[in-house]
């Protein structure tokens, strides 16, 4: 069911494309899943055999991919996949929605969201919009629930690298391998320059490398550790063009989650979860939710369920791992600060400071002012961890993050660092 739910996801996309008439260069291409270093035959002989079992027996195992410009090695192709420029196809989705009478309200803060039958969300600033039906909080951790669903899943940083290759060098297609942390790549081609003319390269994009968020001493080091990995693997790689880091959900059981929210009204909707697959699970989440709104069956409504159980022994002892991971992370209210004087704080860093019972985040900018908040994340009350690649503080249980002046970037919290 999980891969036919992600197979639709793809044909709708594909379908929605051609019913709005969205330029965003879609196409279908073959996936190459392929060994890690120590990896083994017998690996891919398993997922292979997993694959056949959930339907997809399309799925082979080959020696080697015999694309151009990289040696899988021994892999299994996937195909019939599909690749699309995300941002125009958002662009195209977006004209879409409000020629169809949507309305978009960027730059507002939602505060509050309430269900039942008076449903409406309170922005910031005290407006209201109510709903006559249902409300979906789709923002990748849902900041209306407190705590039930920031069990069931944890936040990871990954990241992406972008450098320019030749054109004709690398096959298009998606290759990704079986290490942990994984790594993906795809090729975004570039049909024309600044003016207009052909351009003579295309757009290597390779990511990976994850960790929880704010708990990695120094993330600069994993874009430098998947440089290392392209430079390894794709010998034509000159320099690195784009460096950046996004956030994701991984859910303890593998499935994401679109459905009711736990322990809110029936008319409360959550789309979360997506460990890295936004673009399938971004399309058939509001397929189900859609479904559950008008009351329709829907063949996977059980299956990405937010209020589910899943009593299965390996997402049981991943649930338990990952929450004592959290649980650990509490003693850093009981430690010592990074430092024990602003001095030792350089320029344009940051660091966490103990002062009496509580903890101070303190950011000393370029010119060496410092700024103080309230190192206690707001959302249940962990502290949060510098980070020095993104200038930010973020939150090592369940994911928060805030900008240098404690602005609020991410939640699960709703609100930023309180003052110092």
């Known amino acids: 069911m999980a891969a036919d739910s992600h197979r639709t996801a793809i044909d709708t ?22 060994l890690h270093a120590d990896g083994t035959h017998k690996e891919l002989v398993e997922e292979r055999d997993a694959a056949h079992r959930a339907g997809l027996t399309d799925v082979e195992l080959l020696p080697h991919s015999g694309t151009t410009g990289f040696d899988t090695g021994e892999c299994l192709r996937w195909p019939n996949q599909g690749q ?15 020629l169809q009478g949507g309305r978009i ?41 407190r705590v039930v669903m920031h069990t069931k899943q944890h936040p990871y940083r990954t990241y992406v690298v972008g450098a320019r290759v030749p054109k ?53 080091a994993r874009l430098r550790c998947l440089e290392e990995w392209t430079r390894d693997r794709f010998p034509m790689v000159k320099d690195f063009e784009y460096r950046w880091s996004g956030q994701v ?72 791992k990952e929450n004592v991971n959290v649980a650990m ?23 966490v400071m103990r002062r009496g019972i509580t ?21 249940l009350h962990c502290v949060v961890h510098w980070n020095g690649l993104e200038k930010s503080w973020d939150c090592p249980c369940h994911g928060s993050r805030f900008t240098a002046l404690g602005e609020l970037l991410n939640g699960p919290a709703n609100t930023g660092l309180a003052p110092a």
Not at 16 to 30: H, K, P
Not at 84 to 98: D, P, R
Not at 359 to 379: L, N, W
């Open 13 to 34: 996309i594909e379908q929605i494309v051609q019913d709005e008439n969205i330029d965003c260069d879609f196409t279908r291409l073959d996936g190459y899943l392929f």
């Open 84 to 98: 699309f420029h995300i941002l125009k196809y958002l662009a195209g989705l977006t004209e879409a929605i409000v």
């Open 105 to 145: 309200c960027t730059h507002t803060h939602v505060s509050e969201v309430h269900g039942g039958a008076s449903a409406r969300v309170v922005t910031e600033d005290g407006a209201e919009a109510k709903a006559r039906r249902a409300i979906v909080v789709a923002t990748n951790t849902p900041f209306n629930d």
């Open 168 to 220: 004709g060098s690398v096959t298009k297609a998606l290759y990704w391998d079986m290490a942990d942390p994984y790594h993906y790549v795809r090729l975004q081609e570039v049909a024309t320059g600044p003016r207009g003319g052909q351009t003579g390269y295309d757009l290597l994009i390779v990511g990976g490398e994850d960790h929880k968020t704010g708990q990695a001493d120094d993330p600069a």
């Open 249 to 320: 959900m991984e859910p303890t059981d593998g499935l994401g989650y679109a459905g009711r929210n736990p322990l809110d009204a029936d008319n409360v909707f959550i789309i979360t979860g997506d460990s890295g697959h936004g673009m399938t699970h971004g399309t058939l989440g509001p397929l189900i939710v859609s479904d559950l709104i008008n009351e329709r069956d829907n063949p996977w409504a059980k299956l990405y369920d937010p209020g589910r159980i899943t009593l299965k022994r390996e997402s049981a002892q991943e649930y338990i």
């Open 329 to 351: 992370e509490y003693t850093d209210l009981l430690t010592g600060g990074d430092v024990s004087s602003v001095d030792d704080i350089p320029n344009g860093s940051g660091a």
């Open 359 to 379: 903890k101070v985040a303190v950011y000393k900018d370029e010119q060496g002012t410092t700024h103080e908040c309230s190192a206690i994340c707001p959302h």
